[in-house]
C-alpha cells in the first residue's frame, strides 16, 4: 500500500477533444501529484476547430458529485472550470458552502471564470455572468480570468499593464481574496505579464511569449496546476509561481492534434515508459 496523495477536486466540462475542460484538470493533477476528483458539469461536443453541442448537468446532480467526493474522499483544494448556467453556479455556491470550501473556508476554491472557448464559443450562458460576479466570486480563494473574462466581468478593455492594475483592482472588489490577471491575451511581442492581487500588493509573474499554434487548454492547465499546488499545502503566490512554470513547460510542448488548435501537454512531466511489461508468460516491449 502506498501513502495517499493529497486529493483535488475539479468542478467541469467534459472536452471530447481530450485538450482542455476536465480532461485536462485531471492529466494535470497527476502530473503535479495528486488524486483528481470531478464534478462534471456540462458535456461539450468539441474538437480542435469548435463546441458544437452542449449538454448540461443537472445543477442538484453537479451539487450531488461534490458532495459525494467531500463527504467520504476528502478534498484539500477545489478548481471551477466551465459552470454552463446561472443554476449550476448557484448550486455550486451552495454546496461550496454547506461542505467547507471556499475563501473564508477550510478548502482552497480556485475559479477559473470560463466563459467561451478560443474559437469564440460559448460555455457560460450570458445571463450567468451576474451570478458569477455575485455568487461565486466573492466565495473565491484565487480568480484567474484572461482579458476577454476581465472585460465580461468588470467592463475593462485592457490595452496596457497598467490597465491591467486596473482591472485588478476592479475585480478585488467583488469579493476574491486574491486575483490573479492573465495577459497572456495581450497583443505585441512582450513577455507574458500575470498579475496577482490580494487587495494591497501586486505581483507580477511574467514568462516568455512563446510561438505555437497549440494553445488549447492553457487555462485550464494553469490554474489546475495552481490548485494541485494548494493541495499540496502551499501559500497562493507559491502556488502561482508553481502553475505559471508547469503551464510555460505544457505550452512548450504543445503538439498538433486535428485540423484546428492543438493541446498543451501536461507530458513533459512524465517520463517516457521504459520497463517491459510481463503479462500471462509474455513480455510486452515498450514502443
Ligand atoms: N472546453 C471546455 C470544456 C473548457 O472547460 C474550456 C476551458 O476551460 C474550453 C473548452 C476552452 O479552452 P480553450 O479556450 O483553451 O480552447
Request: glycine share 10%; net charge negative; hydrophobic share 45%.
Amino acid at each position: 500500500m502506498s501513502a495517499s496523495p493529497p486529493v483535488a477536486l475539479t468542478i467541469a466540462g467534459s472536452d471530447s477533444g481530450g485538450g482542455a475542460g476536465l480532461q485536462a484538470d485531471l492529466r494535470t493533477f497527476t502530473a503535479c501529484g495528486v488524486h483528481g476528483c470531478v464534478a462534471v458539469t456540462a458535456v461539450t461536443v468539441q474538437n480542435s476547430v469548435g463546441v458544437t453541442a452542449v449538454v448540461e448537468i443537472p445543477p442538484s446532480t453537479v451539487a450531488d458529485q461534490v458532495r459525494a467526493v467531500a463527504d467520504d474522499i476528502g478534498v484539500a483544494a477545489v478548481k471551477t472550470g466551465m459552470l454552463a448556467s446561472a443554476a449550476i453556479i448557484r448550486a455550486v455556491a451552495q454546496v461550496c458552502d454547506e461542505v467547507g470550501i471556499g475563501r473564508c473556508r477550510a478548502v482552497a476554491l480556485v475559479v477559473d471564470p470560463v466563459a467561451a472557448s478560443m474559437h469564440g464559443d460559448p460555455l457560460l450562458a450570458e445571463d450567468a455572468l451576474a451570478m458569477l460576479r455575485s455568487e461565486l466570486l466573492p466565495r473565491a480563494t484565487l480568480v484567474t480570468p484572461n482579458l476577454d473574462e476581465v472585460r465580461l466581468l468588470v467592463g475593462l478593455d485592457i490595452g496596457s499593464p497598467a490597465e491591467q492594475r486596473e482591472a485588478a483592482r476592479a475585480l478585488h472588489a467583488l469579493g476574491p481574496r486574491w486575483v490573479l490577471v492573465k495577459g497572456g491575451h495581450l497583443r505585441g511581442d512582450s513577455p507574458c505579464l500575470d498579475l496577482l492581487y490580494d487587495g494591497s500588493e501586486l505581483t507580477a509573474f511574467t514568462s516568455p511569449r512563446l510561438a505555437t499554434p497549440h494553445t488549447h487548454g492553457s487555462g485550464d492547465t494553469l490554474a489546475a496546476a495552481i490548485t494541485s499546488a494548494l493541495a499540496r499545502g502551499t501559500t497562493v503566490p507559491q502556488a502561482v509561481g508553481y502553475g505559471k512554470r508547469y503551464v510555460e513547460q505544457a505550452v512548450a510542448h504543445a503538439y498538433p492534434l486535428g485540423a484546428g488548435v492543438g493541446p498543451v501537454s501536461p507530458f513533459w512531466r512524465l517520463r517516457p515508459e521504459t520497463e517491459p511489461i510481463r503479462c500471462g508468460g509474455k513480455v510486452h516491449k515498450p514502443p
